[in-house]
């Protein structure tokens, strides 16, 4: 089975990319366990339900992959729409090199599995809202900032922040539906249209940064 400390993370590691692959439902405390090459024992050892390990996947998710990831494309030492734009070009080559590892395309982790079990299970629904809560402040800051710079028209940074992400959720789900990665590549330049730039120019300029 491999060390036993190894198991926990090993698990954490198996759920996500099986419910992400997969879906929250189809996937079975069994399947996970030998994804992990875990033996069932000691998965109750770790972890009481799939809900219970599927919340612990996701925070483990946050902290070793979208909070590094999003404090270096929002760093404050970076103009506000470029933190904005090459954060979401990642999407698209994320995406893409997702479909190109599975054969299809994968969307949102969190968005997935959020919408699935958003009436069933009450803590994993409740890890899927603090992460997106997390997330959504990342656009914040880079909105407000934009306005205090004179980028964009002035704006309640928390509701264009909330519109972002609806923008942005709706197309990375229309991506999965019709498997096709194409469908996020226009999405800095729909997203810098909604924020309403003030100087078309440059924002071309900046959505071009690699």
Same mark, same amino acid.
């Given at each position: 089975? %491999?060390?036993?400390?190894?198991?926990?993370?090993?698990?954490?590691?198996?759920?996500?990319?099986?419910?992400?692959?997969?879906?929250? %439902?189809?996937?079975?405390?069994?399947?996970?366990?030998?994804?992990?090459?875990?033996?069932? %024992?000691?998965?109750?050892?770790?972890?009481?339900?799939?809900?219970?390990?599927?919340?612990?996947?996701?925070?483990?998710?946050?902290?070793?992959?979208?909070?590094?990831?999003?404090?270096?494309?929002?760093?404050?030492?970076?103009?506000?729409?470029?933190?904005?734009?090459?954060?979401?070009?990642?999407?698209?080559?994320?995406?893409?090199?997702?479909?190109?590892?599975? %054969?299809?395309?994968?969307?949102?982790?969190?968005?997935?599995?959020?919408?699935?079990?958003?009436?069933?299970?009450?803590?994993?629904?409740?890890?899927?809202?603090?992460?997106?809560?997390?997330?959504?402040?990342?656009?914040?800051?880079?909105?407000?900032?934009?306005?205090?710079?004179?980028?964009?028209?002035?704006?309640?940074?928390?509701?264009?922040?909330?519109?972002?992400?609806?923008?942005?959720?709706?197309?990375?789900?229309?991506?999965?539906?019709?498997?096709?990665?194409?469908?996020?590549?226009?999405?800095?330049?729909?997203?810098?249209?909604?924020?309403?730039?003030?100087?078309?120019?440059?924002?071309?300029?900046?959505?071009?940064?690699?």
């Amino acid at each position: 089975m %491999g060390r036993t400390s190894d198991a926990n993370e090993r698990l954490k590691d198996a759920a996500l990319a099986l419910m992400w692959e997969e879906s929250y %439902g189809a996937v079975t405390i069994d399947d996970i366990c030998k994804r992990a090459d875990v033996k069932k %024992g000691s998965f109750y050892y770790f972890f009481q339900s799939k809900a219970d390990l599927a919340v612990a996947a996701l925070e483990k998710m946050w902290s070793e992959d979208w909070k590094p990831g999003l404090d270096r494309c929002f760093s404050p030492s970076l103009d506000p729409l470029t933190r904005l734009t090459t954060y979401l070009e990642a999407h698209y080559l994320r995406q893409t090199e997702n479909k190109k590892r599975t %054969g299809k395309m994968l969307g949102c982790p969190v968005c997935s599995v959020g919408s699935e079990v958003s009436t069933q299970e009450v803590d994993v629904s409740a890890k899927v809202r603090e992460i997106m809560s997390r997330k959504r402040r990342y656009y914040e800051s880079a909105i407000r900032d934009a306005v205090a710079e004179g980028a964009i028209e002035v704006c309640d940074p928390v509701q264009k922040a909330a519109a972002m992400a609806g923008l942005m959720e709706g197309i990375v789900s229309q991506s999965r539906i019709m498997n096709d990665p194409e469908l996020i590549r226009p999405l800095p330049a729909m997203v810098l249209e909604l924020l309403r730039v003030k100087q078309p120019s440059a924002a071309a300029a900046v959505s071009t940064a690699p």
